[in-house]
């Protein structure tokens, strides 16, 4: 099974200009997440997308963030401006999801990432 | 209180040993928890489920404990393979989905 697809793998930008991350999840998932990972940090959740539907956006910084899932398959995040904080390692993930409260059951499965770094 | 709470270590321990960590979360209602690693500059990785009734997969045993609302990993005969750091995962229960919440992570050396 082919895993979570994330693109690009690294990324450097000056402060202000604006960056945007790729994300595919696996087959059959229903469910997507972008998860932001601070260094020495826990990731945390940015939005979560059930099919092409933001379920839970409540922590996106949205005067800069803004995240699509247009076909309820790939997934891009943007960042525009871009400011020194946001360098991080921004993380996509999916679970197999059909119903409430039941994917939890199954973990998700996270990318690779993307390592940001605004100079 | 944070939602969910590790202590950051790093835990050093010498091959063979056997080291456990601890996660606390606050919200009573949480219903699912997970152990995740996450190894230098990679993805978190699932580890294991934590179930009411406990979890051992090989060397890991993974346990929850309700009353106190802590979950913990516990591994035995460490291998220098399992350095790494530790997430713990929690989903809080109050969105009806499955969102997760993690912990800052528990840092782990084994030496030889």
């Known amino acids: 099974e082919a895993g979570v697809a994330q693109s690009p793998r690294y990324k450097i930008i000056e402060k202000r200009q604006s960056v945007a991350f790729w994300c595919n999840p696996i087959?059959?998932?229903?469910?997507l997440y972008w998860y932001q990972q601070i260094l020495g940090q826990g990731p945390k959740l940015l939005i979560q997308f059930q099919n092409n539907g933001v379920v839970d956006d409540s922590q996106l910084p949205k005067d800069r963030f803004s995240a699509e899932r247009l076909k309820g398959v790939d997934s891009t995040l943007k960042i525009q401006p871009a400011k020194l904080e946001d360098s991080a390692v921004y993380l996509c993930?999916?679970?197999?999801?059909?119903?409430?409260?039941?994917?939890?059951?199954?973990?998700?499965?996270f990318g690779s990432g993307t390592r940001l770094t605004v100079v | 209180r944070k939602e969910v709470e590790q202590d950051p270590g790093p835990f050093n321990v010498p091959e063979g040993a056997t080291v456990a960590f601890n996660c606390t979360y606050s919200?009573?209602?949480?219903?699912?928890f997970f152990w995740y690693r996450q190894d230098c500059r990679k993805e978190p990785k699932l580890l294991m489920s934590v179930y009411s009734s406990g979890n051992e997969d090989g060397r890991f045993t993974a346990q929850l404990n309700r009353a106190s609302q802590y979950i913990s990993l516990l591994i035995r005969d460490s291998k220098l393979s399992d350095s790494a750091t530790y997430l713990c995962?929690?989903?809080?229960?109050?969105?009806?989905?499955?969102?997760?919440?993690f912990g800052k992570g528990t840092m782990l050396l084994v030496s030889p």
């Open positions: 919200n009573s209602a949480s219903q699912s």
């Open positions: 087959s059959g998932h229903a469910t």
């Open positions: 993930a999916s679970s197999l999801v059909r119903d409430r409260g039941r994917a939890a059951n199954y973990g998700y499965t």
């Open positions: 995962a929690v989903n809080p229960g109050n969105s009806g989905y499955s969102t997760l919440t």
